[in-house]
């Protein structure tokens, strides 16, 4: 099973809807999750951190985080073309502070 | 002003050849990394120094070796390189183990 898992897509979805990208991980120890947007060709940036369960909403942007079940998400409302990149999920286990990255979920949003 | 950067921004050389990437970080971050993102995109931690200490050496060759001569820089000496070693190897840099990432733009290495 591999320690940080998410569905590489492509997900497509029409401008002005809501992206829902996912990611479930391994570990139980997990103490911080990470969202990650990589443009074609550029490096990782970040747009969301999470660290207790419920929602967190930043803009556009809201990241659910749910440690019973174990997985994580990210919810982009009104999505836009501008949106259309790879969204990577990261996680760091609580003691050893290693993060480990999904393979990263491919969004195409079209106009 | 660039928050973490990379030297060169690209690489392209001969298997068995020795080459250097640098890395820099001008945000004062205690904790520094080196990630190889494959050909599939899938983005892999490879070392990691808190205050120019190795915490996180994950199964690399030992033809890989980083130095960090202070805690602003992490360079990779990569040995008799291998056609696999091509990738994309990105730095980063963090205030704590715990937190949030800052990339460097990357260097393309290509093997040849």
């Known amino acids: 099973q591999k320690e940080v898992e998410q569905n590489s897509g492509p997900l497509s979805v029409p401008e002005g809807a809501i992206a829902s990208l996912n990611c479930t991980y391994s570990d139980r120890g997990s103490q911080s999750f990470f969202w990650y947007r990589q443009y074609s060709g550029k490096s990782p940036e970040l747009i969301m951190f999470i660290y207790s369960n419920g929602d967190k909403e930043d803009g556009r942007f809201t990241a659910q985080l749910n440690k019973a079940s174990q997985y994580v998400s990210l919810l982009i409302r009104d999505s836009q073309p501008s949106d259309s990149a790879t969204y990577l999920c990261a996680v760091i286990v609580v003691g050893y502070q290693k993060v480990t990255f999904g393979i990263g979920t491919k969004l195409q949003v079209i106009p | 002003d660039t928050a973490v950067s990379q030297t060169p921004k690209y690489l392209v050389t001969q298997m068995g050849n020795d080459k250097s990437i640098k890395c820099e970080q001008n945000l004062g971050h205690d904790t520094m990394y080196w990630y190889k993102q494959d050909s599939k995109k899938f983005l892999k931690i490879m070392f990691s120094?808190?205050?120019?200490?190795?915490?996180i050496n994950e199964t690399v060759p030992n033809r890989f070796s980083p130095k960090s001569p202070d805690k602003a820089h992490l360079n990779l000496h990569i040995n008799s390189l291998e056609l696999g070693d091509s990738a994309v190897y990105f730095c980063?840099?963090?205030?704590?183990?715990?937190?949030?990432?800052?990339f460097g733009p990357g260097t393309r290495l290509t093997v040849l």
């Open positions: 980063a840099s963090s205030q704590g183990r715990g937190d949030e990432q800052f």
């Open positions: 120094y808190n205050n120019k200490e190795l915490i």
